[in-house]
């Protein structure tokens, strides 16, 4: 026990001096907290000779997963906080819209790049997946952190992420009962139900029981306010994962039936502590588990992956913004916040890794690749944001210039 809590202490500090280090040179904290987890993991400090607790490196236990699962949790609740039930319907047409094109875009992008590549359709797809969904979390972290959360562009930027986690729910069902359950199609309909029933009961919780939302957390005690609050996300998140639905789409409706009680505003206000920690502890998770040997057998498919998929992010994001109205300035900075990937990636080649059909490419050389690319995109995404005036100026800047016919 006093190892796992020297560890956990050796995490939080080395958490901490990351983002003071980020905060100081005016840098997004993600791509740190990814960096210091791959610096402090035994796949780098391991090999320099510091290979246990006593020795610093610090290793994948169970623990940290599960404050890394939280941290998805929270993120996502928080999702669901900003984007109410009533926001969703009132904006379903323009959601609709822009998800569809997003989905259509960059789903036959990865799958497309699969098949150049040689690989099968089933493995392809699975490719298509990984470079299609955009990280609801990263992505909200980054709208917290630069304050767009309230501005116009938000309204496409989550609501195409709605649509993404929606659709993604269904991938997941049938890419587990796919490469999990064997391929039977018998299995592939059951969880498939399975998960659309739970979906569909969610929905309906968040549509008819508002009252019930809202009476559940009205209790005088800030202790027992927090405590129901945290219980029910987590408790729903964990029955979701446990019956093979995602929990962050399960947290996300949960944060959703909140947003239209009265106690919003006190909800941020006492949990944004555990969301930020968790948060940290996510990204770390993410850097822990990535072994930068692997990246040179695959930095070619990676970088073919990023030259493709971020301007098709970039390209769909963009008129995405357009079906909401928005001008082309902030079209920009919806583009721009499309690009990052993250926790579904990393999710669908979890999936592959324990795959029991196929071959390597399902088992080792998907992972490798997702690994390095989710790497990338989560810098690249997160500093696109970040420098989203340079790109914003070009483009309004470009078509002042532009003369007129």
């Known amino acids: 026990m006093a190892e796992v809590l020297f560890e956990a202490g050796l995490m939080l500090a080395v958490l901490a001096l990351a983002g003071t280090v980020a905060r100081r040179i005016n840098q997004s904290v993600i791509p740190f907290y990814v960096l210091s987890g791959m610096i402090m993991s035994p796949f780098v400090l391991g090999r320099l000779g510091f290979d246990s607790v006593a020795g610093y490196a610090i290793e994948l236990q169970t623990y940290i997963t599960l404050l890394a699962e939280l941290g998805i949790v929270f ?50 797809f699975v490719l298509g ?58 299995t592939i309909a059951v969880d498939v139900a399975v998960a659309m029933g739970f979906l569909l009961a969610l929905v309906s919780a968040v549509y008819l029981g508002t009252d019930h939302f809202g009476r559940f957390l009205d209790v005088d ?11 029910v996300t987590v408790f729903v998140a964990g029955f979701a994962l446990a019956i093979g639905v995602s929990e962050a789409v399960a947290a ?18 006492r949990l944004i502590p555990f969301r930020d920690v ?38 769909t994001g963009f008129f995405g913004g357009r079906f909401y109205g928005l001008d082309d300035r902030r079209n920009v900075r919806v583009g721009l916040g499309m690009v990052t990937r993250g926790e579904f990636s990393l999710i669908i080649a979890a999936i592959a890794a324990d795959s ?50």
């Open 356 to 405: 029991t059909i196929g071959g390597t490419v399902l088992t080792d050389t998907i992972p490798a690749v997702a690994v390095g690319y989710v790497l990338v995109m989560s810098i690249l995404g997160t500093m696109l944001m970040q420098y989203s005036g340079r790109f914003e100026r070009y483009v309004v800047d470009g078509r002042s210039a532009a003369p007129a016919e």
């Open 278 to 315: 968790f948060a940290a502890v996510f990204f770390f998770w993410i850097g822990l588990r990535t072994d930068p040997a692997v990246f040179p057998a695959v930095a070619g498919v990676v970088a073919l992956l990023v030259v493709v998929t971020a301007p098709t992010k970039l390209f």
């Open 221 to 231: 005690s800030e202790e027992m306010f927090v405590l129901r609050a945290v219980a």
């Open 129 to 186: 997946g990984i470079v299609y969904i955009s990280s609801s979390a990263v992505i909200t972290k980054s709208l917290i952190d630069l304050g767009w959360i309230a501005n116009d562009e938000s309204n496409p930027i989550l609501g195409t992420l709605v649509y993404e986690d929606l659709f993604i729910a269904f991938y997941l069902a049938v890419l587990s009962a796919i490469l999990l359950g064997g391929g039977a199609l018998a």
């Open 75 to 124: 993120l996502l609740f928080f999702l669901g906080l900003e984007f109410s039930l009533d926001r969703l319907l009132g904006s379903s047409e323009k959601i609709g819209k822009a998800g569809t094109l997003d989905l259509l875009v960059n789903l036959p992008a990865g799958v497309i790049i699969g098949l150049f590549l040689g690989w099968s359709v089933l493995e392809a």
């Open 252 to 269: 996300f409706f949960i944060g959703m039936g909140f947003s239209g009680t009265d106690h919003l505003h006190d909800l941020e206000r």
